[in-house]
């Protein structure tokens, strides 16, 4: 089993940055994907990125490539992702997702899910 507990949201201003971090508990990530994906009021939820832990490769929606980052934190059990030129649009809860065998741009090649954290973009 993996606990993951996501970090970072808030309110920031068109333009501005802002960076998310997913901590997971329970297992060690040797194996896994780990995954990012939102979700806005009304509207289904999308991929956003995803990195592999072995290997460290890392796929990105067309939405956010060359604005957004996801990483893995040095030394620690935990994912990021840095957010930059952030657009209203990018508004939404923002979930942590994890594998331990597969990794896609749909929800159900996930086993594993954080809470979400609310990221609000100002005009």
């Known amino acids: 089993q993996v606990q993951l507990v996501e970090s970072g949201g808030g309110l920031v201003q068109a333009g501005g940055s802002v960076r998310l971090s997913c901590a997971a508990s329970?297992?060690?990530?040797?194996?896994?994907?780990m995954g990012w994906f939102r979700q806005a009021p009304g509207k289904e939820r999308e991929f956003v990125a995803v990195?592999?832990?072995?290997?460290?490769?890392?796929v990105y929606a067309d939405s956010v490539k060359g604005r957004f980052t996801i990483g893995r934190e040095n030394a620690k059990n935990t994912v990021y992702l840095q957010m930059n030129s952030l657009k209203p649009e990018d508004t939404a809860v923002y979930y942590c997702?994890?594998?331990?065998?597969?990794?896609?741009?749909?929800?159900?090649?996930?086993?594993?899910w954080g809470q979400g954290t609310q990221v609000t973009v100002s005009s």
């Open positions: 329970g297992r060690a990530l040797r194996n896994y994907a």
């Open positions: 997702a994890a594998s331990p065998s597969r990794w896609g741009v749909t929800g159900s090649a996930y086993d594993y």
């Open positions: 990195f592999i832990w072995s290997g460290g490769s890392t």
